[in-house]
């Protein structure tokens, strides 16, 4: 994902998912969780989260596995969606 098209698409994304109720009284493990599997393309079998740090899904259309180990807090907005976007090329 390299366009500004794709990084707008992931700030709406982001947005959608903090919008939701009572996502910032979850742990930093099921934010992320709830946001990778927005972003995933597929059905949820093929979706798996382990914690503490990976993720296992279709993004971007590739199959991918995920380590946030390096991850800004997701809370830190700009920081989180530009590591993300470069995770999800």
Known sequence: MKTLNSLLIIEQIYNFVLEKPYFQSKSQYMQ??????????????????????????VFNGIDKVISTHTAPAIVEKHAFIGWLAKQLE
């Open 32 to 57: 992320l969780h709830i946001l990778f599997k927005e972003l995933h393309e597929g059905d949820n079998i093929n979706f798996e989260s382990i914690k503490p740090h990976t993720f296992k899904g």
